[in-house]
T-cell receptor
């Protein structure tokens, strides 16, 4: 898993509450990504980071924010969770042309 | 928007048979990659083919790329039960892994 740890692995939260997912890497990679995976959609890019405090939006960024204050940590925040954000979230890093993924976080918004 | 579209969405074959999955994409690319996802796990990189390559092999995997048709195929020969997984193609027009765009995937089931 290229030293990528996601936490939590599972979370159930209520609509309207804020939620933060954490991605931690141990190998000092510059690029980090957050994807969501939903049936029928494959993986879609939410946000990515190309360095400390350098982030950019992906395809489905509405309702999400990110922060990267240290090289090793990339946080994804749902400011006010909605049922449409129920999904499996994957963090990834890239090394050259190849991406390495974490194990995923299953988030359920009720 | 989905860059890659996999076909078929699901494939079920007998162990030992070959499995072929196809991927179509929309924009010009520098490379195309294939990933595997076992149930409940993250994606694992399988193989990358560059835009100036037409075919590439890695063990039991064979990937082809037709840039004129904007399509790629992944062939798994002599399938095994452990090959049961979902397979995704991914493209990045920039040539790196900076913003990979994934297809919807093909769910492959290998029956013993």
């Amino acid at each position: 898993d290229a030293g990528i740890t996601q936490s939590p692995r599972h979370k159930v939260t209520e609509t309207g509450t804020p939620v933060t997912l954490r991605c931690h890497q141990t190998e000092n990679h510059r690029y980090m990504y957050w994807y969501r995976q939903d049936p029928g959609h494959g993986l879609r890019l939410i946000h990515y980071s190309y360095g400390v405090k350098d982030t950019d939006k992906g395809e489905v960024s509405d309702g999400y924010s990110v922060s990267r204050s240290k090289t090793e940590d990339f946080l994804l925040t749902l400011e006010s969770a909605t049922s449409s954000q129920t999904s499996v979230y994957f963090c990834a890093i890239s090394e050259g042309t190849q991406a390495f993924f974490g194990q995923g976080t299953r988030l359920t918004v009720v | 928007s989905q860059q890659g579209e996999e076909d078929p969405q699901a494939l079920s074959i007998q162990e030992g048979e070959n499995a072929t999955m196809n991927c179509s994409y929309k924009t010009s690319i520098n490379n195309l990659q294939w990933y595997r996802q076992n149930s409940g796990r993250g994606l694992v990189h399988l193989i990358l083919i560059r835009s100036n390559e037409r075919e590439k092999h890695s063990g039991r995997l064979r990937v082809t790329l037709d840039t004129s048709k904007k399509s790629s195929s992944l062939l798994i020969t002599a399938s095994r039960a452990a090959d049961t997984a979902s397979y995704f193609c991914a493209t990045d027009p920039s040539g790196g892994a900076q913003k990979l765009v994934f297809g919807q995937g093909t769910r492959l089931t290998i029956n013993p």
